[in-house]
T-cell receptor
């Protein structure tokens, strides 16, 4: 069984600060996705990383896939209240097409 | 273009009743996925279809759960003899084809009383 552990589970910081959230596993994934989910809505895809060591940037968000394709991180620079939400990492691997999700990081950015 | 749509958005039912949840995927997407999200948790995979056939149903918790996609487009998740533990948000996602990025609908919140 593949598991993804996200940390921290909850994070509340002030506007303008930087933060990093982590997604770790003992399993190798062929690809890893990051989603953001708002209350009452479905997850919205932010990025997919495929290659070990890959780094992708989306405005103030930087995503990195570990060299061994077992872990990933999301770094947000100069966080804004609009970044508030539940951030989920999800991996595809083990020959299965259904995604394995972490429990998510609840992020609150206070103005 | 239209995204994934799910109906109803909310469903309240009594323990023991039968429910059907519907998913309309993005037009042209051949793969369709069902997930369940309990409060405070990430989504949990249930089943996925490639075309009309269920390619992987390993996530269905027991035989009370069943899903169909008879024409390779709309899918229905069916739950028999509902239990209070079935209460959750049921999410549907679709992708262009198997192995591609998945796009989620808004979910159906099921409450079993």
């Amino acid at each position: 069984t593949q598991l993804l552990e996200q940390s921290p589970q909850f994070l509340s910081i002030q506007e303008g600060e930087n933060l990093t959230v982590y997604c770790n596993s003992s399993s190798v994934f062929s690809s890893l996705q990051w989603y953001r989910q708002e209350p009452g809505e479905g997850p919205v895809l932010l990025v997919t990383v495929v290659t070990g060591g890959e780094v992708k940037k989306l405005k103030r968000l930087t995503f990195q896939f570990g060299d061994a394709r077992k872990d990933s991180s999301l770094h947000i620079t100069a966080a804004q209240p609009g970044d508030t939400g539940l951030y989920l990492c999800a991996g595809r691997g083990g020959g299965a097409d259904g995604l394995t999700f972490g429990k998510g990081t609840h992020l609150i950015i206070q103005p | 273009g239209a995204g994934v749509s799910q109906t109803p958005s909310n469903k309240v039912t009594e323990k023991g009743k039968y429910v059907e949840l519907r998913c309309d995927p993005i037009s042209g997407h051949t793969a369709l996925y069902w997930y369940r999200q309990s409060l405070g948790q990430g989504p949990e995979f249930l089943i996925y279809f490639q075309g009309t056939g269920a390619a992987d149903d390993s996530g269905l918790p027991n035989d009370r759960f069943f899903a169909v996609r008879p024409e390779g487009s709309v899918s229905t998740l069916k739950i028999q003899r509902t239990e209070r533990g079935d209460s959750a948000v049921y999410l549907c996602a679709s992708s262009r084809q198997q192995g591609y990025e998945q796009y989620f609908g808004p979910g159906t919140r099921l409450t079993v009383t």
